[in-house]
C-alpha cells in the first residue's frame, strides 16, 4: 500500500508570495496533520485534520492555513511568506486521531528567498 | 502541558558498541510514549511506542526502549550499533488521560552518528 505521499518534494519562493503544499494520507487514513522542522525548533505541530474538520492548531499565525478533502487528502498554505517560513514541512496521517501510530510522509523543503 | 526533552543533540558511538540515545517527559496524566527515527531527506518512520504494561519496550531494527516512571524517562537503546543506525531520532509523549490532546509533543531531535 503507498505511503503518505506530499507534493512538491522542493520548493523555493519569495518574501510575500504564498505556497500551497499538498498531502495524500495512506489509504484508508482519515486523519491528517502538519508539522515544521526546522533544525532549531525540532518539529512543531501545525494542525490536525478529521473528517475535513481542523480539530487541533498549533501555535502560528494566521498566515498558516490548511484544509482537507472528502478524499482526506490535505492541502496546507503559507501566505506573505517570511524568510523565517523556509523549513521542512512535513504531514503524518492515522486511522483516526485516537491510533497512536504516525506515518510521515517525505516532506516539502520550502525555502524562502 | 506535555514536554519533551532530548538532552544531547548528537550522540556518537563506534560500530559494535551499545548505544543509548535519552529521552525525559513531562505530562500531567499517564504518557503514550514514542520513539521515531529520520534519515536525511525523508520523513520520520516510527521505531517503537510504550502505553501500558512491560517498562521494556521492543522495536523495529533491533532498538529498545526502557520507560521509567519515577525518572520520567524513555531511553532509546540498542546493544550494538551499526553504521547505518546514522540518523536523527525524535522522542514524542502523548498525555492519554482523559481530555488530554491526542496530539504528541516532539523532543528536538538526537542526531546519533555511528562510526565504523
Known amino acids: 500500500k503507498a505511503g503518505v505521499t506530499q507534493t512538491p518534494r522542493y520548493l523555493i519562493k519569495t518574501r510575500g508570495q504564498q505556497v500551497t503544499l499538498s498531502c495524500s494520507p495512506i489509504?484508508?487514513?482519515?486523519?491528517v496533520s502538519w508539522y515544521q522542522q526546522t533544525p532549531g525548533q525540532g518539529l512543531q505541530f501545525l494542525f490536525e485534520y478529521f473528517s475535513e474538520t481542523q480539530r487541533n492548531k498549533g501555535n502560528f499565525p494566521g498566515r498558516f492555513s490548511g484544509r482537507q478533502f472528502s478524499n482526506s487528502r490535505s492541502e496546507m498554505n503559507v501566505s506573505t511568506l517570511e524568510l523565517g517560513d523556509s523549513a521542512l514541512y512535513l504531514c503524518?496521517?492515522?486511522?483516526?486521531?485516537?491510533?497512536?501510530?504516525?506515518?510521515f510522509g517525505s516532506g516539502t523543503q520550502l525555502s524562502v528567498l | 502541558a506535555q514536554s519533551v526533552a532530548q538532552p544531547e543533540d548528537q550522540v556518537n558511538v563506534a560500530e559494535g558498541n551499545p548505544l543509548t540515545v535519552k529521552c525525559t517527559y513531562s505530562?500531567?496524566?499517564?504518557?503514550?510514549l514514542f520513539w521515531y527515527v529520520q534519515y536525511p531527506n525523508r520523513g520520520l518512520q516510527f521505531l517503537l511506542k510504550?502505553?501500558?504494561?512491560?517498562?521494556l519496550v521492543k522495536g523495529s531494527y533491533g532498538f529498545e526502549a526502557e520507560f521509567n516512571k519515577s525518572q520520567t524517562s524513555f531511553h532509546l537503546k540498542k546493544p550494538s550499533a551499526l553504521v547505518s543506525d546514522s540518523a536523527l531520532y525524535f522522542c514524542a509523549v502523548r498525555d492519554r488521560s482523559r481530555g488530554g490532546s491526542y496530539i504528541p509533543t516532539f523532543g528536538r531531535g538526537t542526531s546519533l552518528i555511528v562510526h565504523p
Open positions: 510504550y502505553i501500558t504494561g512491560d517498562n
Open positions: 503524518a496521517s492515522s486511522l483516526n486521531p485516537q491510533d497512536e501510530k504516525l506515518f
Open positions: 489509504s484508508g487514513h482519515r486523519s
Open positions: 505530562v500531567s496524566g499517564n504518557p503514550y
